[in-house]
């Protein structure tokens, strides 16, 4: 399949069980094993996902939310995602095995079999539901379940080796928990976490085309037309700030709305203003044509986790200043 003059082929899958033992999966040592099924749920990315739930759950109580009810959001989100992060290596089993950023994912190793992690993954996916539904309410649950489904099948199994538009429409599963957070409290929706769900959609483009910048190479290894695959330096970068603009402009409708005040406001300038400013220094560099470490893309990446953060803080301390 050729896209934009790049062409894509199948990529076949590489046995698991790599790391030079003939041992199976489950005769693996105990300790070894817990770790890697933590890791099949990706700790580090369900952090992010819990730092926009949390803060709206305050904005929608107006104050301090009820702490058993956080606990079990939290839990019933991580075991959401979790599932879905699992489910996710196990369709990409393949790629990721001739991917050096993923090249130490259990399945590669082969700490854990296929059919563990599938199970595994549709465990995480059945509870997390039924949790959500039995002790928060069930329009978080059908939100959650949503978010796993699209990530899973829309975005891992549709989007992301067919698309250069992957990130852009794939990213609404990581959209979904402040509409979750939001509805754990109110057993509802609001304009409120509409909004803050368009800001982490148009937040993730950006946020995550630096990262496929600097590891493009590992992407056009196996067909998966990222856009930096597919686009100079200076078009993706052109598309960083066209997103970046609009994802400021909208975390700034919040105030008008009536949901936020003065503090919010003050950060969301501050964080957005600085992104900016990195984000067009980022353009001006691959307009120069720089390459290498000298384009500091991952300058804009790890600011992107800042400014998240720093702008959903915001977001649950604000009630507490008005």
């Known amino acids: 399949m050729s896209l934009s003059g790049v062409r894509v082929t199948a990529v076949e899958s590489r046995p698991a069980g790599v790391i030079g033992t003939s041992q199976s999966p489950s005769h693996r040592p105990i300790g070894a094993r817990v770790k890697a099924f933590v890791a099949l749920t990706k700790p580090r990315i369900i952090e992010l996902l819990l730092i926009t739930t949390v803060p709206v759950m ?11 009810l956080v606990l079990l959001t939290c839990l019933g989100g991580y075991l959401s995602a979790g599932g879905a992060n699992a489910l996710n290596m196990y369709i990409d089993r393949d790629i990721d095995a001739l991917m050096d950023r993923t090249s130490q994912r259990p399945l590669v190793t082969g700490m854990v079999g296929p059919r563990e992690c599938l199970a595994f993954g549709i465990t995480l996916a059945v509870v997390s539901t039924l949790l959500f539904g039995l002790t928060v309410n069930w329009l978080s649950a059908w939100l959650s379940l949503g978010a ?15 698309t250069s538009q992957n990130i852009v429409w794939g990213g609404i599963a990581g959209c979904m928990p402040v509409l979750i957070g939001w509805s754990a409290v109110t057993d509802s929706l609001s304009w409120a976490p509409v909004v803050l769900f368009l800001v982490i959609f148009f937040w993730t483009p950006p946020h995550y085309w630096p990262l496929s910048m600097k590891v493009k190479d590992d992407y056009a290894r196996v067909g998966v037309p990222m856009l930096p695959v597919i686009a100079s330096n200076k078009v993706v970068a052109k598309q960083i700030v066209a997103y970046s603009w609009v994802m400021v402009a909208v975390s700034l409708l919040l105030t008008p709305l009536g949901y936020t005040g003065w503090f919010y406001t003050a950060v969301a300038l501050a964080a957005g203003g600085w992104w900016l400013w990195e984000a067009h220094a980022l353009l001006n560099r691959a307009r120069s044509e720089v390459t290498g470490g000298k384009l500091k893309e991952m300058r804009l990446f790890h600011w992107s986790i800042t400014y998240v953060s720093l702008l959903f803080v915001a977001v649950a301390v604000d009630p507490f200043l008005r």
Do not use: N
């Open 148 to 162: 796993l489904l699209f990530y899973v099948v829309v975005y891992t199994m549709i989007l992301k080796r067919r």
């Open 58 to 68: 305050f904005l929608a109580q107006q104050g301090v939310p009820d702490l058993q």
